[in-house]
């Protein structure tokens, strides 16, 4: 007899546990959705001049982001960056395109088609703080949400053939940004090493002989990463 109803009590308890089981899994609230709105502003390393468009780095950002997404959220990216652009065609093509002041992540790198081009450095030191100011507006004035990224040195590919001018130029750009961003409080993420190993690693070089390959991006992301999914709050 007390076999039984202890039996009974197991049964009961089991059946007890696995409706409440049920009940929490029906109960619980889907995952919120969330926008979330990348703003990827250059010239041909941002538009990924050679490579496929999944391949540039602001789409392998956003791969590599989606695993700390849910299957609600939504990331979208909008690019404004062309090949050969300099600071001055990057303002005016914002001014044009007018985006909105509610993206919440912003990527900057520009300055290249400045030296390659023989503009004056005066140029860049007053364009590339204007342009920071820019991003900080399209990133709803917060400049928590901007990234900066160095210059690649195309000095190291088949284009460059070593040329030490040429690096010594990125150099100058580089450091300028640099020093600019660390007195402002502003996000710099330095990539211009990687570039560097070109002429070693071939794969690192696009077909072209002169823009990164998917290959050199990739590790771009590796370094920025860590940066923008703590201002996604990640």
């Not at 652009?85 to 300055?111: C, E, F, H, M, R």
Request: hydrophobic content about 35%; aromatic content about 12%.
């Amino acid at each position: 007899m007390m076999k039984s109803i202890f039996k009974m009590l197991v049964i009961f308890g089991l059946a007890f546990g696995l409706n409440s089981c049920s009940e929490d899994q029906q109960t619980s609230p889907p995952p919120t959705p969330r926008l979330f709105k990348y703003l990827a502003l250059g010239d041909s390393y941002t538009y990924g001049q050679s490579v496929c468009e999944t391949c540039r780095f602001p789409e392998q950002l956003k791969d590599s982001l989606g695993q700390y997404l849910t299957t609600a959220d939504n990331f979208e990216i909008k690019l404004i960056a062309q090949t050969g652009w300099t600071t001055t065609n990057l303002k005016t093509s914002i001014a044009a395109q007018n985006p909105a002041n509610d993206y919440n992540l912003v990527t900057l790198l520009i300055g290249v088609n400045n030296q390659y081009q023989g503009k004056p450095f005066s140029l860049y030191e007053q364009e590339f703080p204007e342009l920071v100011d820019i991003a900080i507006a399209k990133a709803g004035g917060n400049k928590n949400r901007v990234i900066v990224v160095s210059i690649p040195d195309y000095a190291y590919t088949p284009f460059g053939q070593g040329s030490v001018s040429i690096s010594e130029g990125v150099y100058q750009y580089n450091a300028f940004a640099k020093a600019y961003c660390e007195s402002n409080g502003i996000s710099y993420v330095y990539i211009t090493d990687i570039t560097r190993l070109g002429l070693l690693q071939p794969e690192l070089v696009a077909t072209d002989g002169l823009h990164p390959s998917t290959q050199a991006y990739a590790k771009f992301v590796e370094r920025i990463l860590p940066l923008a999914k703590t201002k996604l709050g990640l």
